[in-house]
């Protein structure tokens, strides 16, 4: 059982940023892909980004430009750098593990979440 802990959500205002955790404690999820994940009210779970274990990221276009994702295999850790934020970015955040070094095969964990909201 891999167990994801997220931390660093909060409220903010537009415009503002934040920086969200995600940690883990197996040495084995070092070395896979990792992803963010949000589920705003009443919407479906969207992909936010990913980042593979050589550390290239991908994002979603609608965070392109203002999320950033990096990860630190050695101390077991993954962040999401989130700036200009849009009240349309309050949502829930997971953080998830996949299957793979490049997240081909989709993802397997998740955390429990971590609550981003965005006053306009």
């Known amino acids: 059982q891999v167990e994801l802990v997220e931390s660093g959500g909060g409220s903010v205002q537009a415009g503002g940023s934040l920086r969200l955790s995600c940690t883990w404690s197996?040495?084995?999820?070092?070395?896979?892909?990792m992803g963010w994940f949000r589920q705003a009210p009443g919407k479906e779970r969207e992909w936010v980004g990913s980042i593979s274990t050589y550390s290239s990221a991908t994002y979603a276009d609608s965070v392109k430009g203002r999320f950033a994702i990096s990860r630190d295999n050695a101390a077991k850790s993954l962040d999401l750098q989130l700036n200009s934020l849009k009240p349309e970015d309050t949502a829930m955040y997971y953080c998830a593990a996949g299957r793979d070094f490049y997240c081909s095969k989709g993802f397997a964990y998740w955390g429990q979440g971590t609550q981003v909201t965005v006053s306009s």
């Open positions: 197996q040495s084995t999820y070092s070395s896979i892909c």
